[in-house]
């Protein structure tokens, strides 16, 4: 079975431009969430999708955002990139919500995103 | 949002037994405790979790204390492959089944 699968793997934008980042989970599984990475706050959730609807959301601004297709697959979107927005972007999927806390996820390699 | 203590790092000698200790004391009764860990430039990877019985698998063993306010990741024999990040996680629905990851305890393994 083919992992979690982010594109791009890097991506270099400046500050005030936009950015969609794609996930696509593992066949069967349909709940994806996704998380960010930076040295100085770790791993952080952004929020979680299943059946095309938001389940949960971290504590991220509204520049953030995210969308789930019928497939399953997910995008995020981060508008009028800041220079603190440099990190890297983890998706996960499961086979069902991680509501009850019993789901393992699997994270794809990430999308290393730079601000500049 | 319940949390976890582990140690920021730790040393092992390849092919000796491995204890990554964390403290839970806020945890509830419907938390599951996880384990995942990062190796360079990948995302984490899920290692094993349980709630109150010890758990087996084919990568770990992660032994629960009896009040649950602690737990043991076991790798029974460490490898190079081995070197790693380490999460212990908190998940349940009080964090709506989310990952709360902390900083977690590198793993450095020595030949």
């Known amino acids: 079975k083919a992992g979690v699968t982010q594109t791009p793997r890097y991506l270099i934008k400046t500050r005030g431009q936009q950015v969609t980042l794609s996930c696509s989970p593992i066949?069967?599984?349909?709940?994806v969430s996704w998380y960010q990475q930076t040295p100085g706050q770790g791993l952080q959730f952004l929020f979680e999708y299943f059946s095309e609807t938001q389940r949960n959301k971290g504590n991220f601004p509204g520049r953030f955002s995210g969308r789930q297709f019928s497939n399953s697959r997910s995008e995020m979107n981060v508008s009028t990139l800041e220079l603190g927005d440099s990190a890297l972007y983890l998706c996960?999927?499961?086979?069902?919500?991680?509501?009850?806390?019993?789901?393992?996820?699997?994270f794809g390699s990430g999308t290393q995103l730079s601000v500049l | 949002d319940a949390k976890t203590t582990q140690p920021n790092s730790m040393e092992s000698n390849e092919e000796e037994p491995v204890h990554l200790p964390c403290n839970h004391s806020t945890i509830s009764g419907t938390d599951y405790i996880h384990w995942y860990r990062q190796l360079p430039s990948q995302g984490p990877e899920y290692v094993i979790h349980?709630?109150?019985s010890n758990v087996n698998n084919r990568m770990a063993s992660l032994a629960i204390a009896e009040d649950r306010k602690s737990s043991t990741l076991i790798l029974h024999r460490a490898t190079l492959r081995d070197a790693a990040v380490y999460y212990c996680?908190?998940?349940?629905?009080?964090?709506?089944?989310?990952?709360?990851f902390g900083q977690g305890t590198e793993l450095s393994v020595k030949p």
């Open positions: 349980g709630l109150t």
């Open positions: 996680i908190l998940s349940g629905p009080n964090q709506g089944g989310k990952l709360i």
């Open positions: 066949s069967g599984h349909r709940s």
């Open positions: 996960a999927s499961s086979i069902r919500p991680g509501g009850q806390g019993n789901e393992k996820l699997f």
